[in-house]
Nanobody, 124 residues
Framework: QLQLVESGGGLVQPGGSLRLSCAAS????????IGWIRQAPGKGRVGVSC????????NYVDSVKGRFTISRDNAKNTMYLQMNSLKPEDTAIYYC?????????????????WGQGTQVTVSS
């Protein structure tokens, strides 16, 4: 069955880095546009980054531009989010998601398949 599993979250100090991974099973990830969405405590889900099926198109929410990098390895059926220069406001549960509805969208409602999330906490 279709499954997305995130990993790589944890507790880091401000200015630190983490790399999140999302492994797909039950479907071929290369056929999907994928994204990372986060949900901070008490807030709604916000699209952080997306990447097209081919990897040629990417997009980022303004608050993470220059700090986060999305990538994918279709051969491994895995996607990644490299997060550098982390800030306390990056604290959230991070979800990976996949869709065929759009090439590269930051709108959470457009994603059909979701992982269970991984917690990222940025604190001193």
């Amino acid at each position: 069955q279709l499954q997305l599993v995130e990993s790589g979250g944890g507790l880091v100090q401000p200015g630190g880095s983490l790399r999140l991974s999302c492994a797909a099973s039950g479907f071929t990830l290369q056929d999907y546009n994928i994204g990372w969405i986060r949900q901070a405590p008490g807030k709604g889900r916000v699209g952080v980054s997306c990447i097209s099926a081919s990897g040629t198109i990417t997009n980022y929410v303004d608050s993470v531009k220059g700090r986060f990098t999305i990538s994918r390895d279709n051969a491994k059926n895995t996607m990644y989010l490299q997060m550098n220069s982390l800030k306390p406001e990056d604290t959230a549960i991070y979800y990976c998601a996949a869709t065929k509805k759009s090439i590269c969208e930051l709108t959470p409602s457009l994603y059909d398949y979701w992982g269970q999330g991984t917690q990222v906490t940025v604190s001193s």
